[in-house]
């Protein structure tokens, strides 16, 4: 099947040798279908920038491409990769920037632009979380992207979405979703989907800034929910004694029982911590 005219992407792969690595988190996605299919899931394309990381041989970078992408901006570390995405730069003359980079090792927001722009990614399973908090944790906000339609291990995309009322899965990662965003499961995608085929099911998640989140600072956010999450079967009066202060100050200031436990605490009163801590260390500027 193909899409654009060009080869079908398992001849593409077999012609250029691309054996998916597992030391770089690759499996690669065959079906036109569903790479189609996730492309439409990241919405109206004509006109935006779209940022994809990890394109591999690029069944996703074909599908955004013929979905009507009006620039793809495909991160690849792999060189091996590099000439079956330069065959589709050629079937899409001016529409294709391919860079030759880690993507945790540069700021990617930059390469879109200042027009409008979307992010669309089958990530590398190894880094896609990772990538995500660098995303969500930048100081100025909302970003230059409009949505993120990303693909994860089932198991992460079920963090992404957490919320209090699921503590088996709300954590450090729900917590940042939640404050800076609005995130939702599109569709789950089955193992033998992928080459090689993984041992988990993956989804696809669709991610939207939400345009004024409460006014906590990223950094102290994340402090203070690495210090509850980090002990989370202890109570938050012990737990948060790792941040090097009183935790009474900050629970009193989120309204929040010190014999809470971090799971019961929504995304607001994290926030309200997070302010609190530094306020405290403001005024005491010796505190670690």
Known sequence: MTIDGLPPLR?????????????????????????????????????????EVGPGPGGLTRALLAEGAGRVVAIERDPRCLPALAEIEARYPGRLDVVEADALEIDAASLLGSGPSRIAANLPYNVGTALLASWLSVPDWPPPWSSATLMFQREVADRIVAGPDDPANYGRLGVLCGWRCRSRILFDVPPQAFVPPPKITS????????????PARPQML?????????????????????????????LEAAGIEGTRRAEEVPVAGFCAMAIALEAIMAAQPGTR
């Open 203 to 214: 989804a696809v998640v669709l991610i939207e800034p939400s345009p004024a989140p409460l």
């Open 222 to 250: 994340e402090r203070v929910t690495r210090a509850a999450f980090g002990q989370r079967r202890k109570m938050l009066r012990q737990s948060l004694k790792g941040l090097g202060t009183d935790p009474a100050p900050l």
């Open 11 to 51: 001849e593409v792969v077999s012609r250029h040798g691309l054996a998916a690595r597992k030391a770089l988190g690759q499996n690669f996605l065959f079906d036109l279908n569903l790479t189609g299919r996730i492309a439409r899931a990241a919405g109206p394309l004509e006109g935006h920038t779209v940022l």
